[in-house]
């Protein structure tokens, strides 16, 4: 499979799996879900996306992550579109920076009391450095520095690095051949830095091998806004349904929680694994700004192959 199918993939799989899961708040079961999708003449991404494209135009703008160029992208973004339904935290942050002068990094850092966001925000749009910085020894670092301009609780910074961790392990997996889950979760858990998040992790790996049903699974680890749960949740549905893009989002968005946001992130995870072929045409072809995203994506790549990112 090539680069381009891996990386369209991702980004398409992220978009379609944050428009998709937010149809599923109001229709929460596949039948209804699946007559809405036949219906419904465009599918609309929410914030998620916005922001993964914003990581995606400052990583191409600068060749490096700068994250209070990240935070003008993401500032910009939404003050061209501010009804994708972005929660408080962006919009605060955004509003401190221009009223103060402070940096984003620092705003980030004065939330909820000082203790920064622990939410899935970071994790939610960090598809693209997962992509770019598969390979790179400090995959860790730059995911964090991506989530810095948000989210400064070590919680919120783990759940956007183990995503990326997701993205950049399912790039290097081949379809064609089987994958252990529990190779792949170990992955994460050694990556992890945070015991929230590990626990979650070895939760899944248990839950996966005893082989509940996903329901059972929800309600094990839980589908929050919080990192620790979500991000979980969501490499549980890649990991339960690893050949079918369909029945991975499905899973991560029919069992409540925060759906779109669950969505984007299983999509994002499927579709870097399985490539751009195995995502519905349907599906893709309703989806706002389709050619943009792929723009994006292959655009990504060529800036990944030249060697030029750092």
């Given at each position: 499979m090539t680069d381009s199918s891996r990386f369209s993939g991702c980004l398409l799989g992220s978009a379609l799996g944050d428009a998709i899961g937010e149809l599923a708040f109001h229709n929460t079961n596949i039948e209804r879900l699946s007559y809405k999708l036949e219906m419904v003449k465009k599918l609309i991404y929410t914030d998620d996306t916005a922001m993964a494209i914003g990581i995606a135009e400052s990583l191409m703008e600068r060749g490096y992550l700068d994250p209070e160029?990240?935070?003008?992208?993401?500032?910009?973004?939404?003050?061209?579109?501010?009804?994708?339904?972005?929660?408080?935290?962006?919009?605060?942050?955004?509003?401190?920076?221009?009223?103060?002068?402070?940096?984003?990094?620092?705003?980030?850092?004065?939330?909820?009391?000082?203790?920064?966001?622990?939410?899935?925000?970071?994790?939610?749009?960090?598809?693209?450095?997962g992509l770019v910085y598969h390979d790179s020894l400090d995959l860790y670092e730059k995911a964090n520095l991506a989530a810095s301009v948000t989210h400064a609780h070590p919680v919120g910074i783990d759940g956007s690095a183990i995503q990326a961790k997701a993205v950049a392990l399912a790039v290097d997996l081949d379809p064609e051949n089987e994958f252990s889950p529990d190779e792949f979760l170990n992955g994460l858990i050694d990556f992890t830095r945070t015991p929230q998040m590990k626990s979650r992790l070895l939760l899944v790996q248990r839950l996966i091998a005893e082989n509940v049903s996903p329901v059972w699974a929800a309600q094990q680890i839980g589908r929050s806004v919080s990192a620790h749960e979500s991000v979980p949740f969501s490499i549980y549905s890649f990991l339960l349904y690893p050949r079918s893009f369909e029945n991975c989002l499905f899973c991560s968005i029919l069992n409540g929680g925060d759906r779109d946001t669950l969505g984007a992130m299983a999509g994002a995870i499927s579709g870097a694994y399985l490539g751009v072929e195995a995502l519905p045409q349907t599906w893709l072809q309703k989806l706002e700004n389709r050619a943009f995203i792929q723009g994006l994506a292959l655009k990504l790549m060529e800036l990944r192959a030249g060697d030029s990112i750092t």
């Amino acid at each position: 499979m090539t680069d381009s199918s891996r990386f369209s993939g991702c980004l398409l799989g992220s978009a379609l799996g944050d428009a998709i899961g937010e149809l599923a708040f109001h229709n929460t079961n596949i039948e209804r879900l699946s007559y809405k999708l036949e219906m419904v003449k465009k599918l609309i991404y929410t914030d998620d996306t916005a922001m993964a494209i914003g990581i995606a135009e400052s990583l191409m703008e600068r060749g490096y992550l700068d994250p209070e160029h990240l935070g003008e992208t993401f500032q910009k973004n939404f003050k061209r579109e501010p009804w994708r339904g972005y929660a408080s935290g962006p919009p605060t942050i955004f509003a401190a920076v221009t009223q103060t002068g402070t940096t984003y990094v620092e705003a980030a850092k004065s939330l909820f009391g000082g203790r920064g966001s622990f939410g899935n925000g970071a994790a939610m749009r960090v598809a693209p450095i997962g992509l770019v910085y598969h390979d790179s020894l400090d995959l860790y670092e730059k995911a964090n520095l991506a989530a810095s301009v948000t989210h400064a609780h070590p919680v919120g910074i783990d759940g956007s690095a183990i995503q990326a961790k997701a993205v950049a392990l399912a790039v290097d997996l081949d379809p064609e051949n089987e994958f252990s889950p529990d190779e792949f979760l170990n992955g994460l858990i050694d990556f992890t830095r945070t015991p929230q998040m590990k626990s979650r992790l070895l939760l899944v790996q248990r839950l996966i091998a005893e082989n509940v049903s996903p329901v059972w699974a929800a309600q094990q680890i839980g589908r929050s806004v919080s990192a620790h749960e979500s991000v979980p949740f969501s490499i549980y549905s890649f990991l339960l349904y690893p050949r079918s893009f369909e029945n991975c989002l499905f899973c991560s968005i029919l069992n409540g929680g925060d759906r779109d946001t669950l969505g984007a992130m299983a999509g994002a995870i499927s579709g870097a694994y399985l490539g751009v072929e195995a995502l519905p045409q349907t599906w893709l072809q309703k989806l706002e700004n389709r050619a943009f995203i792929q723009g994006l994506a292959l655009k990504l790549m060529e800036l990944r192959a030249g060697d030029s990112i750092t």
